[in-house]
T-cell receptor, first 114, second 111 residues
Framework: EAGVVQSPRYKIIEKKQPVAFWCNPI?????LYWYLQNLGQGPELLIR????????DSQLPKDRFSAERLKGVDSTLKIQPAELGDSAVYLC????????????FGEGSRLTVL | GQQVMQIPQYQHVQEGEDFTTYCNSS?????IQWYKQRPGGHPVFLIQ?????EVKKQKRLTFQFGEAKKNSSLHITATQTTDVGTYFC???????????FGTGTKLQVIP
């Protein structure tokens, strides 16, 4: 079974440029999370989806960040315009409806803003 | 807000020594999970604890959930170099789906 797939793995952009990250969760997983992880810190929740509905986006900086999960499957996280402080790893995770509640993480997208 | 703190932030041990990391929440947790993140990798699920006072073991790893469901610990017996990484606790507050990660404890094992 394929895991959570994220792309791109690495992205280097100049400040004020836009950037987008894509995530394809494990098939059948209704819950999808986007986390931000700064170096040496724990993942911080940006947004959580239940199917196509964003049920928790209180931590998402909505002036520059946006996300969508139109068909309740894959998701896109966008930053426009990017700032120096946005340099971090953006992690996507998904969770199935049953079981231990385990979050399955993708490899992450490492963003560097110059 | 709902925060989850971990101590220590870093720990260096000689191979064969024991290691413990502690997780504390400001409010009662519904349950708590533990994840391991290897250098350059992504968090990988280890275990979930749900019941007050629950203790679970996985080989050399022992996980505990406090009686008040506000704290938890992970203990590794006789560390090995393969245990290197950062250990995160992740708590659920109230609703089942919202997961808040702790600050993490980075473990270095000296051969």
């Amino acid at each position: 079974e394929a895991g959570v797939v994220q792309s791109p793995r690495y992205k280097i952009i100049e400040k004020k440029q836009p950037v987008a990250f894509w995530c394809n969760p494990i098939s059948g997983h209704n819950t999808l999370y986007w986390y931000l992880q700064n170096l040496g810190q724990g993942p911080e929740l940006l947004i959580r989806y239940e199917n196509e509905e964003a049920v928790d986006d209180s931590q998402l900086p909505k002036d520059r960040f946006s996300a969508e999960r139109l068909k309740g499957v894959d998701s896109t996280l966008k930053i426009q315009p990017a700032e120096l402080g946005d340099s971090a790893v953006y992690l996507c995770a998904s969770r199935g409806g049953e079981g231990t509640g385990e979050l399955f993480f993708g490899e992450g997208s490492r963003l560097t803003v110059l | 807000g709902q925060q989850v703190m971990q101590i220590p932030q870093y720990q260096h041990v000689q191979e064969g020594e024991d290691f413990t990391t502690y997780c504390n929440s400001s409010t009662t947790l519904s349950n708590i999970q533990w994840y391991k993140q290897r250098p350059g990798g992504h968090p990988v699920f280890l275990i979930q604890l749900v019941k007050s006072g629950e203790v679970k073991k996985q080989k050399r790893l022992t996980f505990q959930f406090g009686e008040a469901k506000k704290n938890s610990s992970l203990h590794i017996t006789a560390t090995q170099t393969t245990d290197v990484g950062t250990y995160f606790c992740a708590g659920r507050f109230g609703g089942y789906q919202k997961v808040t990660f702790g600050t993490g404890t980075k473990l270095q094992v000296i051969p």
